[in-house]
């Protein structure tokens, strides 16, 4: 009875490692976001990250972006896709179409664009970035729109539909998903 219990209690211990534990920061400001992931990945959108059955004629590296079930796949191949809980488009902001990944920058600065200004003169006219900067930790720059797939200083919003147009992820998640993906990927926006 006593070697199952330590054996259950090894087995506790090592899958919550295996949660609290996150690599070596690759940035700066990656510091900032450490101490979230472990109630993040037990509590947060972020446990929402999981592969799933995906058959599609799309060649890996692709990101399927379904702005009605509010979630992001990038293909992995052999019928499976990495499945990312996301925020898409407020009404009146959501796109579709097919774009290209042209860029990608860790904790990326901030200037609203002129549309947006217009909509809410009090944003900052440039916001350096940083965690408290809204493009979050990361950002996948699509094709030459104002469109991006970035973190989000706001993981509560995720699942929603509140942004101008960009798709947001949580910062652990656009984290996961900007190693992953390659510039030159093509993005379909549903």
């Known amino acids: 009875m006593s070697i199952r219990f330590l054996a259950g209690g ?8 295996s949660v609290c534990l996150t690599p070596a920061a690759a940035h ?14 037990l509590f947060g959108p972020s446990i929402a990250r999981i592969v799933v059955s995906y058959p599609t004629n799309q060649k890996a590296g692709t990101i399927v972006i379904s702005s009605a079930q509010r979630r992001l796949y990038l293909v992995l191949g052999n019928g499976q896709a990495l499945s ?12 579709s179409g097919i774009s290209q990944v042209t860029d990608k920058r860790e904790w990326p600065d ?3 664009p002129e549309e947006m200004l ?4 009090d944003l900052p006219r440039h916001m350096a970035g940083g ?5 979050g930790a990361r950002a996948i720059y699509l094709g ?7 973190g989000s200083n706001e993981p509560d919003k995720i699942g929603q539909a509140v942004s ?3 798709i947001r992820l949580t910062n652990q998640d656009v984290i996961d998903l900007y190693n992953r993906v390659q510039i030159g990927a093509t993005v379909i926006v549903q």
């Open 144 to 150: 030459a729109s104002l469109y991006r797939i970035h």
């Open 10 to 17: 090894a087995c506790a211990v090592a899958l919550l490692a």
């Open 118 to 121: 217009q909509r809410r003169p």
């Open 110 to 112: 901030w200037t609203p």
């Open 84 to 95: 990312y809980a996301i925020a898409v488009g407020a009404a009146g902001y959501a796109w």
């Open 164 to 166: 101008s147009g960009c």
């Open 28 to 41: 700066p400001y990656d510091q900032y976001i450490r101490g979230r992931s472990f109630f993040g990945a």
């Open 131 to 135: 965690p408290d900067n809204p493009m």
